[in-house]
């Protein structure tokens, strides 16, 4: 069965960067379309980015547009979410998620993804 494994998390100072790793075992990764999630303490896990199977089309929610890059490597079955111009407000578990897609679509729905890894924390200062 399909396996995620996040990586990349970490403490890091308001206006820094990360990058954030998802290893994709287990199934065809190139038929899979991808997405990244955060939590928050008290909140509700919350869609943050989503590409197609392909990687041709990507989709950000409203509050990381400019900042966070979706992007996906079928050759090495990852993909990764650079996140740029952190603050505060991103301080959450991330959490990537995959689901089979039979066309380009992206989805941002988080009952809709089958798969998930268990997180990776990061913590932004100010």
């Known amino acids: 069965q399909v396996q995620l494994v996040e990586s990349g998390g970490g403490l890091v100072q308001a206006g820094g960067s990360l990058r954030l790793s998802c290893a994709f075992s287990?199934?065809?990764?190139?038929?899979?379309?991808m997405g990244w999630f955060r939590q928050a303490p008290g909140k509700e896990r919350e869609f943050v980015a989503a590409i197609s199977r392909n990687g041709g089309r990507t989709y950000y929610v409203d509050s990381v547009k400019g900042r966070f890059i979706i992007s996906k490597d079928n050759a090495k079955n990852t993909v990764y979410l650079q996140m740029n111009s952190l603050n505060s407000e991103d301080t959450a578990v991330y959490y990537c998620?995959?689901?089979?897609?039979?066309?380009?679509?992206?989805?941002?729905?988080?009952?809709?993804?089958?798969?998930w890894g268990q997180g990776t924390q990061v913590t932004v200062s100010s």
């Open positions: 998620a995959s689901k089979f897609e039979l066309y380009s679509a992206v989805e941002v729905y988080t009952d809709r993804y089958n798969n």
């Open positions: 287990g199934g065809t990764f190139s038929l899979h379309a």
